[in-house]
């Protein structure tokens, strides 16, 4: 039984089917009989720009068969901006695709897409977002999407002041969660307002890149060989306009050269080669590459020889 063609609320309607360039198409994409019904009366109700309930409900059938069909998210949100609908039950519909006890929708693009559309919309954050996006990230701690709009709303909201505590929960439950150290130097160095309707960064304050650093050197003591926070303080020192040198002594507590057998960290090893190749110190810095292609990360001996070469030393045989 045809589910729209059978249906007296659709009886007006002329469904337009796919144009697979003919009769006998090279290479027709095997769709269900479901899905290019639902599709083809899409395409007539688009046609002739219908905004009313039954598309709705259309768009999300449509929706339960290929969640990934842009068109019809875009259709979609054109049909509740122009009746309109009530926003926040669009969320709540969109909660419910996301939070029943799958992973099945968390990473589609279109989902998150249509959300921040809706949420542009909205004047006010509404109480349950963020709870709602913690939960997201407690099933998927990576997940990109979630990250891209939660930075969004920051931006969007205003939320740069408030953001910092649910950060430190995060790091503090997972010292390694990459993707909340990234998270946190947007909060604290990619701040932004609008002023003249363009979008400008704010300076960060000196108290603030000390606050930063000092962040950065506590989880470095929890865990010397994780790489994040010594990114982030490479990057705090970049940003500030500060020098490498500057925390070359706390780099040797967990790499000292005079003591090559007791080396607690790689990166750190690394570290210390940046700071003395910014001293002009080619011998330590060529050393401190020598024990990272022969010792402490040899599967990437290539890439430290490539940086002994551009001090001008020679390479690290195995």
Not at 34 to 55: F, G, H, K, P, T
Not at 83 to 107: C, Q, R
Not at 291 to 311: E, F, Q, S, T, V
């Amino acid at each position: 039984m045809a589910k729209y063609a059978d249906s007296p609320d659709w009886r007006d309607v002329d469904p337009l089917p796919q144009d697979e360039g003919g009769p006998n198409p090279l290479a027709a994409i095997a769709y269900t009989e479901e899905y290019s019904e639902a599709m083809s009366y899409l395409r007539a109700v688009m046609a002739r720009n219908e905004i009313s309930d039954r598309v709705l409900n259309l768009t999300e059938d449509i929706i339960s068969m290929n969640p990934a069909h842009y068109t019809v998210w875009l259709y979609r949100a054109k049909v509740i901006f122009s009746m309109p609908k009530d926003l926040n039950e669009e969320l709540e519909w969109l909660n419910s695709m996301s939070s029943a006890g799958s992973m099945k929708y968390l990473k589609n693009f279109q989902i998150w897409h249509h959300r921040q559309t809706l949420m542009a919309r909205i004047p006010s954050l509404p109480p349950a977002e963020l709870p709602f996006l913690a939960r997201m990230l407690s099933k998927d701690a990576k997940n990109y999407h979630v990250w891209s709009y939660r930075q969004w709303l920051v931006r969007h909201f205003d939320l740069w002041d408030s953001e910092l505590p649910y950060i430190e929960s995060l790091l503090r439950s997972d010292i390694r969660n990459n993707s909340a150290w990234n998270h946190r130097w947007y909060v604290v160095f990619g701040r932004s307002r609008l002023e003249g309707g363009i979008e400008e960064r704010q300076d960060v304050s000196a108290e603030v890149v000390d606050r930063e650093i000092e962040y950065a050197r506590v989880a470095i003591w929890q865990a010397p060989q994780n790489q994040s926070p010594w990114n982030y303080l490479r990057g705090i020192l970049r940003k500030s306009g500060r020098g490498l040198s500057q925390l070359r002594e706390f780099a040797s507590e967990f790499a000292d050269l005079g003591r090559e057998d007791e080396v607690r960290s790689s990166h750190a090893l690394d570290f210390l080669a940046d700071a003395f190749a910014e001293e002009k110190d080619k011998e330590r810095a060529g050393r401190a590459l020598e024990l990272l292609a022969k010792r402490y990360d040899p599967i990437r001996r290539n890439y430290w020889n490539y940086r002994r070469g551009l001090l001008g030393l020679g390479s690290v045989e195995p």
